[in-house]
């Protein structure tokens, strides 16, 4: 089989609750590449990366689209079933840009479950779940509106949450106090502080509300507090509440010293930052190996990078996988049909051969950039 034409689209992925705010970051849409592969043989394979804005991780929408069509002339005649070989083949035209690399990479995977007959999951390793523990944002905003949220969040079946802090410090805390006002036994709080926290200030936060937690007897996990490893190895280092590594853990060296040096609990495994499902299988064997819990997700997306995630969960043992993000749900818009379906805070992934979805080519519209 030989990959006979490489599509490009973009598509921008509204947001359902108007924005959606992080750290210092705020955006009320993103832009997503949507990648179609044809092959002689009749197959097309459909995969999406869409990077979190351009200042969140060192990937860009247009960055995507550019990469796409460097590698795309050179990827013209090989097999995309044989996904090592097209990998390093990726790595011989382009050094690096793993978020470039995914959308094929994904493409690429589903073509080979159709071509076998069988939905990603089971070529990733077997249906080890039979559904997956979703968990739901909770955008940073006024602390008091976080806190009404969160309960609409668990009204509508949610019992893991993640809220956006890594702001100012005092606000922070006060995010924390208002939201544990409102747990209820049972409750997984992750607070993810992307980066936003400086060393001293995530000391403070974590010192402050430690013991708020421990009091209550709930479930709180602080997820990457400052930029770099050595600064959240510190903060893992001067708290007991369990840490989760995300924006650090960009490969395996990282996920080696984190490992050796005790630095966390747990990883946030984002698809597009490992380049793909490949990249990030090798990941996740290695984790269940070394006895580390991951969040499985991706950077963002719609349906089809969704799908992906699910097909790696559901492909994951339940013992070893945290928790995942349905992106899809939080968009005003659909990019494909058939995607996971999402009911009481879980997923499923789809059951047909590859990912499962169909792009909507209404919505989608013409390619940016077409190669033969
Ligand atoms: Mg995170």
């Not at 249906?127 to 944002?137: A, S």
């Amino acid at each position: 089989m030989k990959i006979s034409r490489i599509r490009i689209f973009q598509v921008d992925l509204p947001m359902k609750e108007g924005a959606y705010s992080w750290s210092t970051q705020s955006f009320s849409a993103f832009d997503s590449t949507v990648v179609l592969i044809d092959t002689d043989e009749g197959l097309t394979g459909v995969g999406e990366s869409c990077p979190l804005g351009p200042s969140y991780l060192a990937a860009y929408a247009e960055g995507v689209r550019t990469g796409v069509s460097v590698l795309a002339p050179g990827l013209m005649g090989e097999d995309p079933t044989q996904l090592d070989k097209v990998n390093l083949r990726m790595d011989e035209l382009l050094k690096g840009h793993p978020y470039v690399k995914s959308a094929i990479d994904m493409a690429c995977w589903d073509i080979l479950g159709k071509a076998t007959g069988m939905p990603v999951y089971q070529l990733l390793g077997g249906r080890l779940q039979e559904r997956v523990q979703l968990f739901k944002v909770v955008a940073r905003a006024d602390p008091g509106l976080m806190a009404e949220r969160f309960v609409e969040y668990r009204q509508s079946g949610f019992d893991h949450f993640q809220i956006k802090v890594g702001e100012h410090p005092e606000t922070d805390i006060e995010r924390f106090r208002r939201v544990l006002a409102e747990m209820q036994p049972g409750d997984v709080v992750d607070a993810d502080a992307n980066t936003g926290w400086k060393q001293h200030d995530a000391l403070r936060v974590v010192g402050a509300v430690e013991q708020m937690f421990q009091e209550r007897q709930l479930s709180c996990f602080i997820e990457q507090p400052c930029l770099s490893y050595e600064e959240c190895l510190a903060v893992r280092q001067h708290t007991n509440l369990p840490v989760i590594l995300d924006e650090c853990m960009d490969g395996l060296p990282i996920l080696l010293r984190g490992h050796r040096d005790n630095a966390m609990d747990l990883i946030n495994l984002k698809i597009n930052r490992m380049g793909g499902l490949t990249r990030a299988r090798q990941v996740r064997d290695l984790c269940v190996q070394l006895g580390i819990v991951m969040t499985i997700e991706d950077s963002w997306g719609g349906e089809i990078a969704t799908s992906a995630i699910a097909h790696l969960a559901q492909s994951t043992p339940r013992a070893f996988h945290f928790q995942s993000s349905a992106f899809h749900d939080y968009a005003s818009i659909a990019i494909a049909s058939g995607g996971p379906q999402v009911a009481d805070g879980y997923m499923t992934a789809p059951s047909e051969p590859g990912l499962g979805v169909d792009p909507l080519m209404d919505v989608l519209r013409k390619p940016v950039c077409e190669f033969h």
